[in-house]
């Protein structure tokens, strides 16, 4: 049964016309509100994750629960559809469970607080926040193990639940939650900061109301979604061909020595509506890679990935959500079933958006992007220090964006826009490590005529015993280029011990020992490169080279040549690139790098580790569908 929704005042809104003046006063106010929940999140949050990173993700929806503005889009539909019981003034909901919410949120860390917001009455608009917990509870530290099989073994499940109730606080449920947590001031202060930012929402919405009218304000948010509405209608009905294209892409791993893993996609349009068909994508995996892909979650990347590339000043919502048929079958990797483990997602998640680059550029190759860095690479450190004091780190990394229509990607950054990195000055002050390198590796990005951005290279020195965890792809396959383009460097972890000796880390662990001394070189990937590289200019190169962002040896990609110090030999160059055009064939749209058996075989060379094996899909579904039907 769907959540019912009490009100004391049931009088329907009236539509009324609002004037674009006050249309566009609105409309700023809501994205200064939402700008406002994230101010106040970040600067009473704890946990580096959120105070430092910015892994929180804010919104503001109307009274149906359409996303008005935001950044991850609307959690309600879920949140509503599963939760069986009243939604009334003055209560908040708190879940992290996804498979009570449908996918709304997509592992156990993410703690989602939604909030209906009443005047005289009436549901008037909705404030809703996540934001990502250092720790959760479960068997590892950090609460991602990659070795999970069940949910179960991940951490506590929250299914929705009224953690205000008629505005008071029902502390029994928070302080169980906490009990069930490594940190649990962290977590106590996050939720009490992700909570002022539900407050201050309310506020601004209360005065939005008072200012201009009930009915104004809500017409006003209709209006908003029908914008964005008409917007998309026009990219999708201008971008997306009746004919049916395909792209697949692959994670490398899971942990447990299976992979790749495919997700495939086939993309049309049936009059005004845009078909996404994930059929063919594999089934789900015996480990904690799995992505429960909320289709209204995939429509807001669609609308992000669309938007910022057609038209960066379209406010972004939920108004177009019926424009878009998303098709996920259930059992697949991207539509797991009870109790397949979630936590690892974050590879999935980000190599969506090389998925949806690859289907929607086919249809018109000079708006294509390369593939970049899709992924939020984690580090987690934890132990006890020698006060007998637990410390515990989560930190995403960062690395190359691709190489695009409009220019170079940008070096080390973040996948989600918003994003900062952790300042070393922070880690070297709160925990026991030392930042004995931070910087660009040189020719990690993709050669094009416009060069993929360039991965990072951190080198953490550990300064007492401990455990590591790392969570990271790419170390297998390829970010692929385009239109010519190279495919980027791919991802390494390195562990040099105290004692002199060196391993290769694998991309995917849990519980690596680590003593004083010990440093890890942690390598990100870099984006894959845009473009003929051959018709990049040679200035443009040797200034690379004299920047560090790529080598002398590394412009030769680019049929330059040039000094360590970024001398060009123009002679030189003249007769490289002639002899690199003469030899090579066609250009292909999509550089992979080589086919699968080609990469292992690099792979195996270059890191040790052998190739995953084909995922065991039979035998976890057996187990998994016995325990679903239980």
């Known amino acids: 049964m769907p959540a019912r929704i009490i009100q004391t005042n049931t009088t329907p809104f009236a539509k009324v016309a609002v004037e674009p003046i006050t249309l566009d006063i609105i409309e700023n106010a809501l994205r200064n509100a939402r700008a406002e929940m994230d101010a106040v999140l970040f600067r009473t949050a704890m946990s580096p994750g959120i105070r430092e990173q910015h ?45 009570s919410c449908g996918g709304a949120v997509s592992h156990l860390n ?25 720790d959760t509870g479960g068997k590892v530290p950090g609460s991602l193990p990659t070795d999970a099989a069940q949910i179960f073994e991940e951490g506590i499940q929250i299914p929705p639940v009224k953690i205000f109730r008629k505005g008071e606080l029902n502390t029994e449920v928070l302080n169980l939650l ?62 997306i061909p009746e004919k049916k294209a395909y792209f697949e892409d692959y994670i490398d791993d899971d942990g447990m020595g299976m992979g790749p893993y495919k997700i495939a996609c086939s993309l049309w349009r049936e009059g005004d509506k845009a078909i996404f068909d994930f059929e063919g994508t594999d089934p789900q995996s015996i480990a904690s890679v799995n992505f429960l892909l909320n289709e209204e979650m995939f429509k807001m990347f669609l609308g992000a990935f669309t938007i910022n590339l057609f038209d960066p000043q379209i406010l972004f919502n939920d108004g177009f959500y019926d424009l878009v048929d998303v098709r996920i079958p259930v059992g697949t990797i991207l539509k797991p079933q009870r109790p397949a483990a979630l936590s690892c997602r974050t590879h999935l998640l980000g190599r969506i958006f090389d998925l949806m680059g690859g289907l929607l550029g086919q249809g018109a190759p000079d708006a294509l992007n390369a593939a970049g860095f899709s992924d939020s690479p984690h580090l987690m450190y934890s132990g006890f220090n020698s006060a007998g004091e637990w410390y515990q780190l989560f930190q995403i990394g960062f690395g190359g964006i691709p190489g695009r229509p409009v220019g170079d990607g940008p070096d080390g950054h973040s996948l989600w826009p918003a994003f900062t990195n ?53 170390w297998l396959t390829h970010p692929w280029g385009v239109n010519g383009g190279a495919p980027g460097m791919r991802s390494t972890k390195t562990l040099l011990r105290a004692d002199g000796t060196t391993m290769n880390v694998p991309s995917k662990c849990d519980r690596v020992k680590v003593e004083p001394g010990d440093i890890l070189h942690f390598n990100t990937w870099g984006g894959g490169g845009w473009g003929d590289p051959l018709k990049r200019d040679a200035a443009l190169v040797a200034k690379d ?86």
């Not at 959690?75 to 879940?95: K, R």
């Not at 906490?178 to 909570?195: E, G, K, Q, T």
């Not at 601004?204 to 029908?226: C, H, K, N, P, Y």
């Not at 995953?612 to 039907?629: E, H, L, S």
């Open 110 to 134: 993410d703690w989602l607080t939604m909030m209906p917001i009443y005047r005289d009455g009436r549901l008037v608009a909705w404030a809703a926040m996540f934001g990502h917990m250092t």
């Open 55 to 99: 892994d929180a993700f804010p919104m503001i929806a109307n009274n149906d629960g359409k996303m008005v503005v935001g950044q991850f889009g609307s959690f309600l539909h879920g949140f509503m559809d599963g939760y069986d019981g009243t939604i009334e003034e003055g209560d908040i909901f708190l879940t992290n469970d996804p498979y």
């Open 422 to 474: 952790v300042p070393n000055e922070y880690l070297e002050s709160y925990f026991p490590m030392r930042i004995r390198a931070y910087e660009t590796i040189a020719d990690s990005g993709g050669a094009g005529l416009h060069r993929g951005g360039n991965g990072v290279h951190i080198a953490y020195e550990f300064l007492e015993p401990g455990d590591i965890s790392i969570h990271d792809d790419r």
């Open 178 to 239: 906490l009990r069930n947590c490594r940190l649990p001031h962290w977590n106590r202060s996050d939720f009490n900061a992700i909570i002022a930012a539900l407050r201050l929402a309310e506020r601004r919405v209360q005065e939005i109301s008072e200012r201009f009218g009930v009915e104004t304000f809500i017409s006003a948010m209709g209006e908003m979604l029908d914008r964005n509405r008409i917007a998309m209608s026009a990219i999708i009905k201008m971008f």
């Open 545 to 630: 080279v004299e920047r560090g962002l790529v080598t002398s040896k590394g412009a030769r990609a680019y049929g330059v040549v040039a000094d360590a110090d970024g001398v060009l030999d123009e002679a030189g160059t003249t007769a490289l690139r002639a002899s690199m055009a003469a030899s090579r064939g066609e250009l292909p749209l999509f550089n992979r790098g080589g086919t699968i058996e080609e990469i292992k075989a690099r792979a195996k060379a270059e890191t040790g580790f052998d190739p995953p094996q084909a995922p065991k899909f039979k035998v976890f579904r057996k187990k998994t569908m016995a325990m679903a039907a239980e």
